[in-house]
């Protein structure tokens, strides 16, 4: 048994048949013990605070930023930790799907401050002309002829229900299929909203709501959903966090973990994400081209995941000391 202050843990244990480089190997520091996506929200974390502080002159409150950054990441490993002693089956998934799901809410509400570093300015005017040039209209001006009661609920129902998806769709992979299947799940989300993350700060677009709100002639009206997606919209929503649309983004990257790994869901899910796709300008929370770029996005994730994870895999093992 190794006794050296950082090592690293593993068992070659493999999930389903497309994902064989999926292992629950650890990083592990002192007692801490951390695996891929642990490791990817940690050290996104850190890369936001690192921006902070090279811009702080461009960061509004860069070192609260900062200071909530670490009380974040020092909160999750501490819950992290109670996950691994958990023996109940249904709280080691709570205590692990909680803080990776809230992890990826707070990165995207702390990316807020970070998206004027680079441009410097909202760039909802080229997305604008590309769109009047693509489509010869304004889509989510155009689509206004066809608003009703019934297609906006339908709609905000899809858009509203992303929500408690992120951890069903998360506890039915990890009962059907197991916990090496769940952090596939974790790790491509993940990705994908972080990828999602750094295009905020690449390309900063306010999105429709703040850009266009004045142009707008025809309300959303519907029922209970429209009410929801109504109070989401004036409650957790900020302007920017539009290109990649998130909600694309990974409502694509759900779809394809049900067909990877429990084939009922991923028809269930069917017309739902579809729906959502167009919920996303229907309800104008994005363009167009939002929505679209959130579909490659989480293209482009399901891609390199395989590939980050080999890398993960042989890593640890050339620059750490490892126990087996």
């Not at 689509?143 to 951890?167: A, C, G, N, Q, R």
């Not at 990705?191 to 390309?203: A, P, R």
């Not at 891609?303 to 895999?313: D, E, G, H, S, Y």
């Amino acid at each position: 048994m190794n006794n050296s202050f950082l090592t690293l843990s593993h068992e070659n244990q493999y999930v389903g048949f497309s994902r064989k480089n999926m292992t629950n190997k650890q990083l592990t520091i002192g007692r801490v013990r951390l695996n891929a996506t642990d490791t990817l929200i940690l050290g996104t974390l850190a890369l936001f605070s690192l921006l902070a502080m090279i811009y702080c002159s461009q960061v509004e409150h860069w070192l609260l930023l900062v200071l909530k950054n670490m009380i974040v990441g020092i909160m999750y490993v501490c819950v992290n930790r109670f996950s691994e002693k958990a023996k109940n089956k249904f709280w080691k998934f709570f205590i692990r799907m909680a803080p990776i799901v809230l992890a990826f809410a707070y990165l995207f509400g702390a990316v807020d401050k970070l998206q004027m570093i680079v441009q410097h300015q909202w760039m909802d005017d080229d997305v604008l002309d590309f769109e009047q040039y693509m489509f010869g209209v304004q889509p989510t001006l155009w689509i206004e002829d066809y608003i009703s009661k019934p297609l906006t609920e339908w709609l905000m129902f899809s858009y509203v229900i992303y929500i408690p998806l992120y951890p069903v769709l998360c506890g039915i992979i990890y009962y059907k299929r197991g916990e090496l299947a769940m952090e596939d799940y974790f790790f491509t989300l993940g990705l994908t909203n972080v990828l999602c993350d750094i295009g905020f700060i690449l390309y900063p677009v306010a999105s429709p709501m703040y850009h266009l709100k004045e142009l707008y002639t025809v309300p959303l009206q519907g029922y209970f959903f429209t009410f929801l997606g109504e109070f989401i919209r004036s409650h957790l929503h900020f302007a920017g966090g539009s290109i990649p649309s998130p909600h694309a983004a990974a409502a694509t990257i759900m779809w394809v973990m049900a067909y990877r790994y429990h084939r009922p869901s991923f028809w269930i899910l069917m017309p739902i994400v579809l729906s959502l796709y167009i919920s996303t300008f229907y309800g104008r929370y994005h363009y167009v081209t939002d929505a679209v770029v959130g579909i490659l996005v989480a293209t482009f994730a399901l891609l390199i995941a395989p590939i980050l994870m080999k890398f993960w895999n042989k890593i640890p093992e050339k620059y750490f000391s490892a126990s087996k």
